[in-house]
């Protein structure tokens, strides 16, 4: 894991390519700056462990580039739950639930991330209130697919649809 410099990455990529990321969708250009500026914005080869289970959830990850998968560990086996690709994020659940990660994070290929851990969250609050709100609206929505998703595999687990 390599932290970047957060203003080389915007100069390099532009701010129109970060605007385009669900979880930064109709953000200011300051506070997606902020959030880069302020954050911790770190290359993972893959492989590598963003956060595991067990662990305090004092932050989400943003996938700047890349793709991460999000585990859960049974019985001795580690099993892909979901892949998280440009603009999602993983680990919001966690930490504003304030328990325990229920599961594990690794890039599945050689990716760019932004934590952003809760003192961050708190002070884009502080600083930028009305991006604030439209963060938590973008969170939301992105739990909310989630939960979707949840839903659709149950369905197909409970009534026998989508096995193979």
């Known amino acids: 894991m390599k932290n970047l410099d957060a203003q080389r990455l915007l100069a390099e990529s532009g701010l129109d390519y970060f605007k385009g990321a669900s979880t930064f969708g109709a953000l200011s250009d300051d506070a997606i700056r902020f959030l880069l500026e302020n954050g911790q914005v770190q290359c993972v080869e893959a492989g590598e462990t963003i956060f595991r289970s067990g662990e305090p959830g004092s932050f989400f990850a943003v996938v700047l580039q890349g793709k991460l998968g999000y585990y859960r560990e049974v019985e001795q086996e580690r099993l892909l739950i979901r892949e998280i690709h440009f603009g999602e994020e993983v680990g919001y659940v966690s930490m504003i639930g304030l328990f325990n990660r229920k599961g594990s994070v690794y890039a599945l290929?050689?990716?760019?991330?932004?934590?952003?851990?809760?003192?961050l969250f708190f002070q884009l609050h502080l600083d930028f209130p009305s991006?604030?709100?439209?963060?938590?609206?973008?969170?939301?929505?992105?739990?909310?697919?989630?939960?979707?998703?949840?839903?659709?595999?149950?369905?197909?687990?409970?009534?026998?649809h989508g096995r193979e």
């Open 109 to 119: 290929e050689s990716s760019t991330v932004l934590k952003v851990d809760s003192n």
């Open 131 to 160: 991006d604030f709100g439209i963060l938590m609206l973008n969170l939301s929505r992105e739990l909310a697919r989630t939960i979707d998703g949840i839903n659709n595999k149950l369905t197909a687990i409970a009534t026998g």
